[in-house]
Antibody, heavy 122, light 109 residues
Framework: QVQLVQSETEVKKPGASVQVSCKASGYTFTTYYIHWVRQAPGQGLEWVGIMNPLGGSTDYAQKFKGRVTMTRDTSTSTAYMELRSLSSDDTAVYYC????????????????WGRGTLVTVS | QNVVTQEPSLTVSPGGTVTLTCASGAGPVTSGYWPNWFQQKPGQAPRALIYSTSKKHSWTPARFSGSLLGGKAALTLSGAQPEDEAVYYCLLYFGGSYVFGTGTEVTVL
């Protein structure tokens, strides 16, 4: 069925990097953008960035520029988010979500979310 | 840095109606901001309810509707059910970047 399956829980030391994966199935990977969103414990949702799997273009929230990289492997329909120079403030559940593409642009239709990956920095 | 503001909490009686709003610090919200609304229950991933201001997904209960109201995006719940207790987030598009609202906790009581 149509789903986004995320990688398992990660525990990292301060200063380290983490890579979270999001494997798409049940649809054509390159026809939907992938958002990355995080949620710190007890807090709201925070947008991290977006990637177009078709060409690999990305846009990142200003807060994360220089510290985050979003990539993809179209052969396995998997999106990746790497976050570097981790601190305790990065402890959060990281979600991927998809947004339908229209041509080479997003469409405003965000529908499917992954279950989230807990990243603990300690 | 764009700021998107929602009511922190609202209470609605079972069967009642409540409207949540989503305001942008950059000015009036229009359809060009592609407002999306999501519902999140404790321990779960968010679930999409509304996209492009007022369009429903196939799974969205009919009691939820989206609109623009007084320069804000709005989500109206008509005929609230106990299972509608959740936190609701809006998402706005700012031309390349996106910002989530601060979230509204809805209590059905």
């Amino acid at each position: 069925q149509v789903q986004l399956v995320q990688s398992e829980t990660e525990v990292k030391k301060p200063g380290a990097s983490v890579q979270v994966s999001c494997k798409a199935s049940g649809y054509t990977f390159t026809t939907y953008y992938i958002h990355w969103v995080r949620q710190a414990p007890g807090q709201g949702l925070e947008w991290v960035g977006i990637m177009n799997p078709l060409g690999g273009s990305t846009d990142y929230a200003q807060k994360f520029k220089g510290r985050v990289t979003m990539t993809r492997d179209t052969s396995t329909s998997t999106a990746y988010m790497e976050l570097r120079s981790l601190s305790s403030d990065d402890t959060a559940v990281y979600y991927c979500a998809r947004e339908r593409s229209v041509g080479a642009s997003p469409s405003g239709l965000v529908d499917l979310w992954g279950r989230g990956t807990l990243v603990t920095v300690s | 840095q764009n700021v998107v503001t929602q009511e922190p909490s609202l209470t609605v009686s079972p069967g009642g109606t409540v409207t949540l709003t989503c305001a942008s610090g950059a000015g009036p919200v229009t359809s060009g901001y592609w407002p999306n609304w999501f519902q999140q229950k404790p321990g779960q991933a968010p679930r999409a309810l509304i996209y492009s201001t007022s369009k429903k997904h196939s799974w969205t209960p009919a009691r939820f509707s989206g609109s623009l109201l007084g320069g804000k995006a709005a989500l109206t719940l008509s005929g609230a059910q106990p299972e509608d207790e959740a936190v609701y987030y809006c998402l706005l598009y700012f031309g390349g970047s996106y910002v989530f609202g601060t979230g509204t906790e809805v209590t059905v009581l």
